[in-house]
C-alpha cells in the first residue's frame, strides 16, 4: 500500500497533468488533428474518448476514496514512530508522508479538473460519486472514515481469532464506563496483540522464519531463562509478513535497499511493538484522567489502524505450512548468550 501511495504521490503533479489537458484541448492541437482525420472522424474521436475517459476517471475517483480508510488507519498507526527509531535515515522521511491529505487533494483534484469537463452522465455515476468533498467537510469525513478502520479492525480480529475480538471491545467499553479504564483497555489491548500474533505463529515458527529470512537483522531473538526466544520485534515482523518470504516479489528502491525487512513492514511492525510499549506504562494508570484516557484513545486507534493493515497484508492470509519448523527451543550456552 505504501508503495502505491508514493507512486500516486510522485505521479499527481496538478500543474503538469494540468498543462497537458490544456495543451490537449488547445485550439492549435485540435485543429492539427481535425486537419489529419477530417471533421466527422475527429468528432467521433472526441467523443470516443471523452466516454471513455469519464469511465476511466470514475474508477479512479471510487479507488480513491476506497483507499481512505487505509489511508487514514496508516496516519493513525504512524503516530505510534519516532524517526529515530527508523533506518536508514531516508526511510524516516515516509512518516512525513500524509496519505489523508494525499487523497483528499487527489479527490479535489479530479472533482475540479477532471469529471467536470466530461460526460460523466453517460457512466454510472452516482450523485455521491459526484459530489465533491468540501473544506469543511474533511473533518467529518475522516472521523466517519475513522468509524470504518475500527469495524473493519475488528472484523479483522474476529476472523483471525474470533476469541479475541471481545478484548479490543472490552477495552472500548471499559474506557467508556469504568473508573479505572485506562488500565482495563491497555490490558485488554496487550493480551489481544501477545494473543492474536502468538497464536498465528507460535515461538517456534518466528525462530523458524527469522533464521531463514533475516539472520542478520538486529533485535530478532534473546537468551531468557537460557532459551532462545524471539523478541516482540520478530513477532511483530513475522506477523505482518504472514511468515511469508521477505525477498519473494520485492524491488529495490530510494527507500529500500533489498536487505532486511521491507519499509512498509519494517514501519508497521515498530508500530505494533511501540503500541505495546505504551499500554504497558499505561496500564499502571491510576490517576483516572482526562489526559489518561486521551493517550489511550490514541494508541487504540494506531492498534486499530495497525492491526487493520496488518491483517489484511498478512498475518489472516498467512500459510505456516511453508516455514519451516524448528523442534523446539533450545538451550543455549553462556557464548551464544553473551552473543545475542
Not at 470514475?58 to 504512524?78: C, G
Not at 489481544?192 to 500474533?197: A, K, P, V
Amino acid at each position: 500500500m505504501l508503495d502505491t501511495l508514493t507512486t500516486i504521490s510522485d505521479d499527481f503533479e496538478e500543474e503538469k497533468t494540468k498543462a497537458w489537458l490544456e495543451q490537449f484541448n488547445g485550439p492549435s492541437y485540435q485543429k492539427f488533428v481535425k486537419k489529419i482525420l477530417g471533421a466527422a472522424q475527429y468528432r467521433l474521436l472526441i467523443k470516443a474518448f471523452k466516454e471513455d475517459a469519464a469511465v476511466m476517471a470514475l474508477a479512479l475517483r471510487r479507488v480513491t476514496r476506497a483507499l481512505m480508510p487505509f489511508s487514514i488507519a496508516w496516519h493513525d498507526a504512524k503516530t505510534l514512530v519516532s524517526q529515530n527509531q527508523i533506518k536508514p535515515a531516508n526511510r524516516a522521511q515516509l512518516l512525513d508522508f500524509n496519505t489523508v491529505d494525499l487523497m483528499v487533494s487527489l479527490d479535489k483534484f479530479l472533482g475540479e479538473k477532471v469529471l467536470s469537463v466530461l460526460p460523466m452522465s453517460l457512466t454510472r455515476a452516482t450523485e455521491a460519486d459526484l459530489a465533491s468533498w468540501s473544506k469543511d467537510e474533511v473533518d467529518g469525513l475522516v472521523t466517519n472514515f475513522r468509524a470504518l478502520v475500527t469495524e473493519a479492525s475488528t472484523k479483522k480480529v474476529e476472523r483471525a481469532n474470533s476469541s479475541l475480538v471481545r478484548k479490543i471491545r472490552g477495552a472500548r467499553d471499559a474506557l467508556r464506563y469504568s473508573e479505572d479504564g485506562v488500565s482495563q483497555a491497555a490490558n485488554s489491548l496487550i493480551e489481544l496483540l501477545d494473543r492474536i500474533m502468538r497464536e498465528a505463529f507460535p515461538p517456534n515458527v518466528v525462530l523458524a522464519w527469522t533464521a531463514e529470512n533475516l539472520p542478520d537483522e538486529p533485535e530478532m531473538t534473546h537468551i531468557k531463562q537460557g532459551v532462545r526466544q524471539p523478541t516482540k520485534r520478530a513477532e511483530a515482523l513475522c506477523f505482518v509478513y504472514g511468515a511469508s518470504s521477505v525477498h519473494e516479489g520485492r524491488m529495490e528502491n530510494e527507500y529500500d535497499d533489498g536487505t532486511g525487512p521491507g519499509v512498509f513492514q519494517d514501519l508497521l511492525a515498530r508500530v505494533l511493538v511501540s503500541a505495546r510499549n505504551k499500554l504497558q506504562k499505561l496500564k499502571h494508570a491510576d490517576g483516572g484522567t482526562e489526559e489518561e484516557r486521551e493517550q489511550l484513545s490514541s494508541v487504540l486507534a494506531a492498534l486499530e489502524g495497525g492491526l487493520m493493515l496488518g491483517l489484511s497484508f498478512g498475518g489472516v492470509s498467512a500459510d505456516t505450512s511453508s516455514v519451516p519448523q524448528l523442534p523446539g527451543a533450545r538451550n543455549e550456552t553462556a557464548t551464544e548468550s553473551s552473543r545475542v
